[in-house]
């Protein structure tokens, strides 16, 4: 712009500034300097000074310049002098401090004027007000400044939606909360991502306040889908923005997760109901007293909050005159649909669970080895979840449990758990205070009757004194002890009848000496008590006294004293002196089984020297025999020789047995096959009195014992119940299979696991709780002198037991009894067995294979080594473990290694674990005359170890180690 306009230059300047000051813009000239020659009327109004003359270094103080942040303007930048120095400025915005200390904020230009010959004359600066719209502009950026941090600050998913474009925009929390990525979705995906259950109802919602003008609010809750597949619960609040002819622009909501929210109130609700539940059950089991009401409350109460299919009280002591556990209350199903089931069962389930007071919660009681599942089998509803509280009283005393059970696993958790142990505690207050009024009531009417029972006494005191005197003759007739009546030296002066203890009459011994009755070696004893008795001292006197058959009965004496007359009852203990003698007898009898054991260690220990002996011997008459060619007479003496040794052979044998040195010989056997194989022999061994059934059981397990052993075992158990049927009855073999768990297993000292049992039963004569108690005891017996040695059971227990099972023995007087023995379960593959050898078949030979022989004694090593030589083998010898090993590193084509078990220093047995330790494949042979513990342990072989006995003959050593070097094959 080089000067005013041309409708402006042809105005006179007069004319001009009329013209200026009437624009309803500010306008301010100056001069060629910058001098302020002209200010209108509405520049004047706007800034508050009017004043000219001022040059532009004074502009910003003369007229309070800022710029538009309000910071001081430097006078060289306003626009009005860099007009005033040729240039400019179309746009400019700048700021005015007014003297009422507003501030305005005004817009404009500047620019230079010139003349119509070009030559500057001055400057003008036009411009307006423009505070208002710069407001405007703020306060909306502003807003969108708020709306962008509000977006970004909340936790709610902000969504804006325009139903014109179907466009919604989304912030980040869609993601965030949800996982979706999108930041912009139409309708249709976002009622895609609500449950199908809550679509149809959000959808009409919505377009119901958007297409159908229902208003301009809109909230609901529904299931939102994440981006993972899983529903949120989510509450949604919208409003929608209209124009003036109220047609829908936006619509802008929040979506808020209400998941946790919801679950905390669900759990506040669960928590307030089972809050009332508890406060009302222990209200009302504090105000009642009755004790069956008390227990039926706490089930009830504990099916309410556990939501159990059904609930029970079961106890030993609330119902005391049950003398059982049994049931005592029922919950949550009919009891007549419920049936009942037996006290065994529920004293089996329940019973450990009073007696240890601990809790038991099982998620599915038909796979839990802690249960025993033929009694839940008994039980008359179907279970798969159960939970056992114990009940126990401030006292510490078992009151019983409370048992929960649902049909469905694993439906009780650790919250129930929590939550019965609270409803029992107040259940054992309350059964606690139950009992004790029932005791105060008790008491009190034990009272009142002893009350009356005084007062009867009194007004009866004269007749019972008689009766009581009645009583007392009557006992004196009666009693069963001697009665007598002496004076001061000893002359009876009166007796009752049980004087027929000795035979007499009562009149037989009235005016006689007591003394006359005494046996002449206790007559001292006798007169020493009369003496005492003259000081009024009375000890206990156990005499002999005559029978009128002339024999002699002992009598136990007590004696009082009353004015100069002595009284005396004895008591007939000859029996119990009998018993007391047979118990001396007894113990003599054990202190002879120890010195027979004592004997037996002496014996075995003897036993292995002479087999090492007779192994030399045996040894070398074998291979002379096979050395002396047709010498018809050597071989003869050699035949003699060896049949003498062969039965020094067999004498050590049985010096072993007697020792009880030789080891069992366990295999895996079919226990139904075993029994199967033994009815004939049972049958024979019973009598014809008496019936032989047997039950076995289907898909049987198999176990590992000494077949033989066992086979004792049963017929002992058979002659047993023979004898508890004298006059007949019937003889019961059952097996089956069992699983024991730990409870019963710590209880009786065995591990718990799977066993096969074997119960023989018999309906006889059965035991007395007594004898029950001493049946496995050793020399415990209650047959006849001669007819029992009291080892029988004992012997039973000690197999079973040694071989890893249990003997359980149930029986009633007059009900039989019932012998069950536990037997490991065999869970290996079972093996195919040892092939019977033939003792006449040619003895194989080797084929050059190298054995290294180890043993300490040196004519019986000598001997291995020459026998195994005659038999085509190559041998090492060593005298000792040190000297094996180090040869067995120096000849790594040893293939055998035959090798002594009592040796000094280092053993067979540990000779052989380091052998394993370096050659784990070479096999080894054990030779001994007395095994000791180094391959028998609890009188069983090792199932890794193969023995060869001494003596042994040249014959039995070819065949043991052909076989052990061809099964290494």
Same mark, same amino acid.
């Given at each position: 712009?080089?000067?005013?306009?041309?409708?402006?230059?042809?105005?006179?300047?007069?004319?001009?500034?009329?013209?200026?000051?009437q624009?309803?813009? /500010?306008?301010?000239?100056?001069?060629?300097?910058?001098?302020?020659?002209?200010?209108?009327?509405?520049?004047?109004?706007?800034?508050?000074?009017? $004043?000219?003359?001022?040059?532009?270094v004074?502009?910003?103080?003369?007229?309070?310049?800022?710029?538009?942040?309000?910071?001081p303007?430097?006078?060289?930048?306003?626009?009005? =002098?860099?007009?005033?120095?040729?240039?400019?400025?179309p746009? %400019?915005?700048?700021?005015?401090?007014?003297?009422d200390g507003?501030?305005?904020?005004?817009?404009?230009?500047?620019?230079?004027?010139f003349?119509?010959?070009?030559?500057?004359?001055?400057?003008?600066?036009?411009f307006?007000?423009?505070?208002?719209?710069? $407001?405007?502009? @703020?306060?909306?950026?502003?807003?969108?400044?708020?709306?962008r941090? %509000?977006?970004?600050?909340t936790?709610?998913?902000?969504?804006d939606?325009?139903?014109?474009?179907?466009?919604?925009?989304?912030?980040?929390?869609?993601?965030? %909360?949800?996982?979706?990525?999108?930041?912009?979705?139409?309708?249709?995906?976002f009622?895609?991502?609500?449950?199908?259950?809550d679509?149809?109802?959000i959808?009409? /919602?919505?377009?119901e306040?958007?297409?159908e003008?229902?208003?301009?609010?809109?909230?609901?809750e529904?299931?939102f889908?994440?981006?993972?597949?899983?529903?949120?619960?989510v509450?949604?609040r919208?409003?929608?923005?209209?124009?003036?002819?109220?047609?829908?622009?936006?619509?802008?909501?929040?979506?808020v997760?209400?998941?946790?929210?919801k679950?905390?109130?669900?759990?506040?609700?669960?928590?307030?109901?089972?809050?009332?539940?508890?406060? @009302?059950t222990?209200?009302?089991?504090?105000?009642e007293?009755?004790?069956?009401?008390?227990?039926?409350?706490?089930?009830?109460?504990?099916?309410?909050?556990?939501?159990a299919?059904m609930?029970a009280?079961?106890?030993?002591?609330?119902?005391?005159?049950?003398?059982?556990?049994?049931?005592?209350?029922?919950?949550g199903?009919?009891?007549d649909?419920?049936?009942?089931?037996?006290r065994?069962?529920?004293?089996?389930?329940?019973?450990?669970v009073?007696?240890?007071?601990?809790l038991?919660?099982?998620?599915?009681?038909?796979?839990?080895?802690?249960?025993?599942?033929?009694?839940?089998?008994?039980?008359? =509803?179907?279970?798969?979840?159960?939970? %056992?509280?114990?009940?126990t009283?401030?006292?510490?005393?078992?009151?019983?449990?409370?048992?929960?059970?649902?049909?469905?696993?694993?439906?009780?958790?650790?919250?129930?758990?929590?939550?019965?142990?609270?409803?029992?505690?107040?259940?054992?207050?309350?059964?606690?205070?139950?009992?004790?009024?029932?005791?105060?009531?008790?008491?009190?009417?034990?009272?009142?009757? +002893?009350?009356?029972?005084?007062?009867?006494?009194?007004?009866?005191?004269?007749?019972?004194?008689?009766?009581?005197?009645?009583?007392?003759?009557?006992?004196?007739?009666?009693?069963r002890?001697l009665?007598?009546?002496?004076?001061?030296?000893?002359?009876?002066?009166?007796?009752?009848?049980?004087?027929?203890?000795?035979?007499?009459?009562?009149?037989?011994?009235?005016?006689?000496?007591?003394?006359?009755f005494?046996?002449?070696?206790?007559?001292?004893?006798?007169?020493?008590?009369?003496?005492?008795? +003259?000081?009024d001292?009375?000890?206990?006197?156990?005499?002999?006294?005559l029978?009128k058959?002339?024999?002699?009965?002992?009598?136990?004496?007590?004696?009082?004293?009353?004015?100069g007359v002595?009284?005396?009852?004895?008591?007939?203990?000859?029996q119990?002196k009998?018993?007391?003698?047979?118990l001396?007898?007894?113990?003599?009898?054990l202190? $002879?089984?120890?010195?027979?054991? &004592?004997?037996?260690?002496?014996?075995?220990?003897?036993?292995?020297?002479?087999?090492?002996?007779?192994?030399?011997?045996?040894?070398?008459?074998?291979?002379?025999?096979?050395?002396?060619?047709?010498?018809p007479?050597?071989?003869r003496?050699?035949?003699?020789?060896?049949?003498?040794?062969?039965?020094?052979?067999?004498?050590?044998?049985r010096?072993l047995a007697?020792?009880r040195?030789q080891?069992?010989?366990?295999?895996?056997?079919?226990?139904?096959?075993?029994v199967?194989?033994?009815?004939?022999l049972?049958?024979?061994?019973?009598?014809? /009195?008496?019936?032989?059934?047997?039950?076995?059981?289907?898909?049987?397990?198999?176990?590992?014992?000494?077949?033989?052993?066992?086979?004792?075992?049963?017929?002992?158990?058979?002659?047993n119940a023979?004898?508890?049927?004298?006059?007949?009855?019937?003889?019961?073999?059952?097996?089956g299979?069992?699983?024991?768990?730990?409870?019963?297993?710590? &209880?009786? /000292?065995?591990?718990?696991?799977?066993?096969?049992?074997?119960?023989?039963?018999?309906?006889?004569?059965?035991?007395?709780?007594?004898?029950?108690?001493?049946?496995?005891?050793?020399?415990?017996?209650?047959?006849?002198?001669?007819?029992?040695?009291?080892?029988?059971?004992? $012997?039973?227990?000690g197999?079973?037991?040694?071989?890893?099972?249990?003997?359980?023995l149930?029986?009633?007087?007059?009900?039989?009894?019932?012998?069950?023995?536990?037997?490991?379960?065999?869970?290996?593959?079972?093996?195919?067995?040892w092939?019977?050898?033939?003792?006449?078949?040619t =003895?194989?030979?080797?084929?050059?294979?190298?054995?290294?022989?180890v043993?300490?004694?040196?004519s019986?090593?000598?001997?291995?080594?020459?026998?195994?030589?005659?038999?085509?083998?190559?041998?090492?010898q060593?005298?000792?473990?040190?000297?094996?090993?180090?040869?067995?590193? @120096?000849?790594?084509?040893?293939?055998?290694?035959?090798?002594?078990?009592?040796?000094?220093?280092?053993?067979?047995?540990?000779?052989?674990?380091?052998?394993?330790?370096?050659?784990?494949?070479?096999?080894?042979?054990?030779?001994?005359?007395?095994?000791?513990?180094?391959?028998?342990?609890?009188?069983?072989?090792?199932?890794?170890?193969?023995?060869?006995?001494?003596?042994?003959?040249?014959?039995?050593?070819?065949?043991?180690v052909?076989?052990?070097?061809?099964?290494?094959?």
């Amino acid at each position: 712009m080089r000067s005013l306009t041309p409708s402006m230059r042809g105005l006179l300047p007069g004319e001009q500034a009329t013209v200026l000051a009437q624009l309803r813009e /500010g306008v301010i000239l100056t001069d060629r300097e910058g001098r302020i020659t002209f200010i209108n009327e509405a520049a004047g109004q706007f800034l508050g000074v009017s $004043q000219l003359g001022v040059l532009p270094v004074d502009y910003s103080r003369v007229f309070h310049l800022l710029t538009e942040d309000g910071q001081p303007y430097p006078a060289v930048d306003l626009p009005l =002098a860099r007009a005033v120095r040729g240039e400019t400025i179309p746009h %400019a915005r700048w700021s005015i401090q007014r003297d009422d200390g507003t501030r305005r904020i005004a817009g404009g230009a500047a620019q230079p004027l010139f003349d119509t010959e070009g030559v500057m004359t001055g400057a003008v600066l036009t411009f307006h007000d423009d505070t208002a719209r710069v $407001q405007a502009e @703020r306060a909306l950026s502003d807003a969108e400044q708020r709306y962008r941090l %509000a977006t970004e600050a909340t936790e709610d998913a902000i969504w804006d939606w325009n139903p014109r474009t179907d466009r919604t925009v989304w912030n980040e929390r869609l993601f965030e %909360a949800y996982g979706h990525r999108q930041t912009e979705t139409s309708y249709a995906w976002f009622i895609s991502q609500i449950h199908p259950d809550d679509r149809g109802r959000i959808d009409a /919602g919505l377009r119901e306040v958007v297409h159908e003008g229902g208003g301009t609010h809109w909230v609901d809750e529904y299931r939102f889908r994440r981006a993972d597949g899983t529903y949120a619960k989510v509450c949604d609040r919208g409003t929608v923005a209209r124009d003036a002819q109220g047609r829908v622009i936006r619509m802008i909501g929040a979506m808020v997760d209400v998941t946790e929210r919801k679950r905390a109130e669900r759990a506040l609700r669960r928590r307030t109901r089972t809050l009332e539940i508890l406060n @009302r059950t222990a209200a009302e089991m504090a105000a009642e007293l009755d004790l069956p009401q008390v227990v039926h409350l706490a089930t009830e109460a504990g099916v309410e909050l556990t939501r159990a299919s059904m609930g029970a009280f079961v106890s030993e002591t609330v119902d005391e005159a049950a003398g059982d556990t049994r049931l005592c209350a029922l919950a949550g199903i009919d009891r007549d649909a419920f049936g009942s089931p037996s006290r065994t069962c529920v004293a089996e389930l329940f019973g450990p669970v009073i007696e240890h007071r601990q809790l038991f919660r099982s998620d599915d009681v038909t796979i839990d080895p802690r249960i025993a599942h033929d009694a839940m089998s008994a039980t008359p =509803a179907p279970i798969r979840s159960l939970l %056992a509280v114990p009940v126990t009283s401030r006292s510490g005393e078992p009151l019983g449990a409370l048992v929960f059970a649902h049909p469905e696993p694993a439906r009780f958790k650790a919250r129930h758990e929590r939550l019965m142990a609270g409803v029992a505690a107040h259940a054992a207050i309350a059964i606690d205070n139950a009992r004790l009024l029932a005791t105060a009531k008790r008491e009190v009417e034990e009272r009142r009757i +002893a009350q009356e029972r005084l007062r009867e006494l009194n007004e009866t005191l004269e007749a019972r004194v008689e009766a009581r005197t009645r009583e007392r003759d009557r006992a004196w007739a009666m009693s069963r002890d001697l009665q007598l009546v002496m004076d001061a030296t000893g002359i009876i002066l009166a007796a009752n009848e049980a004087s027929d203890i000795l035979g007499y009459r009562p009149d037989e011994l009235i005016g006689r000496s007591a003394e006359a009755f005494v046996h002449p070696d206790d007559v001292a004893i006798h007169l020493e008590a009369m003496s005492m008795a +003259a000081l009024d001292r009375f000890p206990p006197e156990e005499i002999r006294c005559l029978h009128k058959d002339g024999g002699y009965r002992w009598l136990s004496w007590v004696k009082s004293a009353d004015h100069g007359v002595l009284y005396a009852s004895g008591r007939d203990v000859t029996q119990q002196k009998e018993q007391a003698q047979a118990l001396v007898a007894a113990e003599e009898a054990l202190r $002879q089984s120890q010195k027979m054991e &004592a004997v037996g260690q002496l014996t075995g220990g003897i036993a292995h020297d002479f087999n090492n002996m007779l192994a030399v011997v045996m040894g070398s008459l074998d291979l002379l025999k096979r050395r002396v060619g047709d010498n018809p007479r050597a071989v003869r003496q050699i035949e003699s020789a060896t049949d003498a040794a062969g039965r020094a052979a067999l004498l050590t044998k049985r010096l072993l047995a007697f020792s009880r040195q030789q080891a069992l010989n366990p295999q895996p056997i079919d226990p139904n096959r075993l029994v199967g194989e033994m009815s004939e022999l049972l049958r024979h061994s019973i009598g014809a /009195g008496i019936r032989l059934h047997t039950t076995l059981a289907d898909g049987l397990w198999r176990t590992r014992v000494d077949a033989n052993q066992l086979e004792n075992v049963l017929l002992n158990l058979a002659v047993n119940a023979r004898d508890a049927m004298p006059d007949g009855g019937c003889l019961t073999i059952e097996t089956g299979n069992v699983q024991l768990d730990r409870h019963y297993a710590a &209880a009786n /000292g065995i591990r718990a696991g799977d066993y096969v049992v074997i119960a023989v039963t018999d309906n006889g004569s059965g035991m007395p709780a007594d004898v029950l108690a001493r049946a496995f005891d050793p020399f415990f017996t209650t047959k006849d002198v001669g007819k029992g040695t009291g080892l029988g059971l004992s $012997q039973v227990y000690g197999f079973v037991r040694q071989s890893g099972g249990h003997v359980k023995l149930y029986s009633e007087p007059g009900h039989g009894t019932t012998v069950r023995i536990y037997l490991p379960r065999l869970r290996e593959e079972p093996s195919t067995g040892w092939i019977a050898e033939d003792d006449a078949a040619t =003895a194989p030979g080797g084929l050059q294979e190298l054995i290294l022989v180890v043993e300490d004694e040196p004519s019986v090593r000598q001997f291995s080594v020459d026998a195994l030589e005659e038999l085509g083998y190559r041998v090492l010898q060593a005298d000792g473990a040190p000297a094996a090993l180090r040869l067995l590193d @120096r000849h790594p084509d040893v293939a055998l290694l035959f090798t002594d078990i009592v040796m000094p220093e280092v053993n067979g047995r540990k000779l052989a674990d380091e052998v394993r330790h370096r050659r784990p494949e070479l096999p080894i042979l054990f030779t001994t005359g007395y095994t000791r513990n180094a391959v028998v342990h609890q009188g069983v072989l090792d199932p890794d170890v193969e023995l060869l006995g001494k003596p042994f003959t040249i014959d039995e050593l070819a065949r043991k180690v052909r076989a052990m070097l061809d099964g290494g094959e």
